[in-house]
């Protein structure tokens, strides 16, 4: 079985622009050259952090990465339609919107390292993030969860008569879990404001969109919901851009959820803790390259006048200072103090955890004492 049903060439799919930089007739990109340049160089950063965690997990200086390799314009794409207001409920690999939404570099890095300045408190696995003050939640690792969090926290808002649209990122596999029915069903029942995003990047670990489900689609599932469902390139920057843009102003008008399936590719393994080899012949990795989301929005910029190999070069350079500056910080900040571990539980700390702390930091018995 391969990942087949990822394929975006279907009638009823969003495209605006094309693998080789030209737009789709009778479309427009949406998106001012400025606006452009600054996804342009956000994707870039993203694939970079990407390249750079990878080699850091390898050299045993962190523990693990999952990334967004060649799903960055469904990612970022869809982080940029969300306005200031807008709540985000992450999944797993979304860092570079956090990035984008506000959350600094430095505090990423320190949720990679896991030290003391961690937002986490060193508590998670790296990529585990959160920035309330991006508006952007806890990353959630079981599958779905965040899809009920996500239209729960929307009919709230909803009920209150906030102007504020939620935005949950998943998987294609997270299709089969019963978070998202159960989320799907109620975002449908109540209309709530929310976007909705299915990253189908063909594979669920080492399990195929295929072999997944026997629906035609994974936007077929949003319907029977009740749910407005529509299918994009989730390559294309210009399509997932105007596909989400529709959605907030729907869901901000009153007119409830729209369940987007971006049509991408896990372009990497699942997580530095997977090797592919092991279920996908390289070939299967070749069209995709040749429609990769970040040399497709270069190629326009390029045709536009507005980007040149000398503004790689810079962009590149002093990506790599930056982010060069915010490892050395943060693998050399200290380590979360130990006694934090029994924080943020209880208001007052139980008498037998008091008891624990207090061993703890004692440290361990002399031998002979038991
Ligand atoms: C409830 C639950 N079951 C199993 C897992 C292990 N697991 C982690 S990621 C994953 C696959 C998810 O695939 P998909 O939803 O397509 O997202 P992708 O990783 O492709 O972005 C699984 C099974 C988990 N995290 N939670
Ligand atoms: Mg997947």
Redesign the pocket.
């Known amino acids: 079985m391969t990942a087949q049903g990822t394929s975006s060439d279907s009638d009823d799919v969003l495209r605006i622009l094309r693998p080789d930089g030209t737009i789709e007739p009778g479309r427009a990109p949406g998106l001012t050259v400025a606006e452009v340049v600054e996804l342009y160089r956000a994707m870039v950063r993203t694939r970079m952090l990407d390249e750079r965690l990878v080699m850091l997990q390898r050299q045993g200086r962190i523990g693990f990465h999952i990334g967004s390799l060649g799903e960055e314009a469904t990612v970022l794409g869809t982080a940029w339609v969300m306005r200031p207001q807008d709540f985000i409920f992450p999944?797993y690999?979304e860092f570079g919107a956090a990035l984008l939404r506000g959350m600094t570099l430095q505090s990423y890095l320190d949720n990679m390292f896991g030290n003391g300045r961690d937002l986490a408190k060193g508590r998670q696995m790296p990529d585990h993030i959160t920035a309330r003050g991006a508006r952007f939640g806890s990353v959630s690792?079981?599958?779905g969860t965040q899809i009920t969090h996500a239209v729960g926290y929307a009919w709230s808002c909803k009920l209150q008569r906030q102007d504020v649209v939620t935005l949950v990122w998943?998987?294609?596999?997270?299709t089969s879990?019963s978070e998202f029915h159960n989320g799907m069903n109620f975002a449908g029942v109540y209309q709530v404001p929310a976007l909705l995003v299915c990253?189908n990047?063909g594979?669920?670990?080492s399990v195929p969109t295929g072999g997944q489900t026997a629906s035609e689609s994974i936007a077929e599932k949003g319907r029977a919901y009740g749910v407005r469902s529509v299918r994009c390139d989730g390559n294309d920057l210009f399509a997932v851009v105007a596909a989400g843009r529709e959605a907030v102003a729907r869901a901000s008008r009153g007119e409830g959820p729209t369940f987007l399936e971006a049509l991408t590719y896990?372009m990497s393994g699942?997580s530095t803790s997977d090797d592919p080899n092991a279920y996908r012949l390289d070939d299967e990795l070749e069209p995709w390259k040749k429609r990769d989301p970040i040399a497709r929005v270069r190629a326009w910029l390029v045709g536009q006048g507005a980007w040149d190999d000398g503004l790689d070069a810079e962009l590149e350079g002093s990506f790599d200072v930056e982010v060069k500056a915010a490892i050395a910080s943060a693998e050399e900040a200290a380590r979360p103090e130990l006694s934090t571990l029994f924080d943020d539980v209880y208001a007052q700390l139980p008498a037998h955890l008091r008891e624990q702390r207090d061993q703890l930091l004692r440290g361990p018995r002399p031998a002979g004492d038991h």
């Open positions: 999944c690999r690792s079981p599958i998943f998987g294609d596999g997270a879990s990253r990047n594979w669920a670990i896990r699942h």
